[in-house]
């Protein structure tokens, strides 16, 4: 392949990221801000790239996804009592 034939990546926004996960969006986009999740802020939206949701789902199970989701309801729960 020569250089001027890049492979080209496809891109996945953090709304469809969370979907595919079972998550919230509002998860997603604070493990992109957080560094959790490599992504690329595309004006106000999310993009990451497929290779990265590949890399990242094979560092982590599904059970750390669920307990993280549960976390973050529970501290959203908190949030709206106090």
Known sequence: MQKSEKKSENYISSKRVAVYLDLTHETVNRWLREGILNGTKVGK??????????????????????????????????????
Request: glycine fraction near 2%; charge should be negative; hydrophobic fraction near 30%.
């Open 45 to 82: 939206h999310w993009r990451i790239r497929e290779s990265e949701l590949m890399k990242f789902l094979a560092t982590v199970n599904e059970s750390q996804i669920s307990d993280c989701e549960a976390s973050e309801n529970k501290k959203q729960e908190l949030e709206m009592e106090g």
